[in-house]
């Protein structure tokens, strides 16, 4: 069983701890169900709650999941903390190169060579994102974004121009798609057309997979992302729960691209006119 990234293991923790079965938890993340439960076994195992979770980093998660024990095989070479490495190539400036030269220098006689640390490292970097297929159950999830193309509405009395923001919710079984405009992305732009969109598909899905705009979430967080508070009342409202999508990584890309070429695309010749009562 391929490894799941650190940040995809604390979504099924998460999860379990809200109260979802394993299978239901298995398929809101697109898992297989006795992937979810060999993860939930192991934190179990080691004794972490959500709370401890939670608090831990990927790092220190990693060494308490996953024991490195060390044998007759254990590679002869010094191993590079590859999660450190991850996080330095983020910075500014810091390259594979540089980060290699540092690592040789601690290690002179027993380190990898550059192709070996790249190839190695390559290969590490591959199963922080396996592929995994979504599952999705009828009326399970639906994903919401606003598309990043946006239309124009036309003042008749003076020809004045005005961008219109186009919502969408799509659900995750069947792709059936709503989308509707608005003149903001505002919160009572938001939390109303999710009403609608609710009221269009006939019924609120179990989860609702949102982007991580300003008017769903107030703290956008890798771990534990703050909900607005009017947000979540709706969820609480239609009894259904919100899980934001991780920060630039939004989940309705699709919905938004299938509007935008057969919405935007099409219609871009087409003059809309607002009348003002």
């Not at 809101?28 to 709650?49: H, K, M, P, T």
């Not at 290699?100 to 550059?114: F, I, L, N, S, T």
Request: glycine share 6%; with cysteine.
């Amino acid at each position: 069983m391929e490894r799941l990234p650190m940040r995809k293991i604390k979504d099924v923790l998460r999860l379990r701890a809200s109260g979802y079965s394993t299978r239901k938890t298995a398929q809101s993340l697109g898992l297989g169900r006795s992937s979810a439960r060999n993860y939930i076994q192991r934190a179990a195992q080691a004794g972490l709650s959500w709370p401890d979770v939670q608090n831990l980093d990927e790092g220190a998660l990693e060494r308490k999941l996953f024991h490195q024990v060390a044998g007759a095989q254990a590679d002869p070479f010094g191993e590079p903390d590859w999660s450190e490495i991850y996080r330095e190539l983020k910075r500014s400036g810091v390259t594979l190169r540089l980060l290699w030269e540092e690592y040789r220098a601690c290690h002179p006689d027993d380190g990898y060579g550059y192709s070996a640390y790249c190839q190695h490292y390559r290969a590490w970097v591959k199963r922080l994102s396996p592929p995994t297929r979504q599952r999705h159950v009828a009326g399970e999830m639906v994903f919401v974004d606003y598309s990043g193309v946006r239309m124009e509405v036309a003042d008749p009395a003076t020809g004045t121009r005005r961008p219109v923001e186009l919502f969408v919710a799509v659900l995750g079984a069947s792709n059936y798609t709503y989308a509707e405009a608005s003149w903001r992305q505002t919160l009572p732009d938001w939390i109303g057309a999710h009403v609608r969109a609710f009221e269009f598909f006939g019924g609120a899905p179990a989860l609702i997979v949102s982007d991580n705009l300003k008017s769903a979430v107030v703290r956008a967080c890798f771990h534990e992302p703050g909900v607005n508070r009017s947000y979540t009342d709706l969820a609480r409202h239609y009894q259904t729960a919100i899980l934001p999508a991780r920060p630039y990584k939004p989940k309705a890309e699709g919905a938004v691209l299938l509007v935008q070429r057969w919405i935007v695309a099409r219609l871009r010749n087409r003059v809309f006119s607002h009348w003002r009562s």
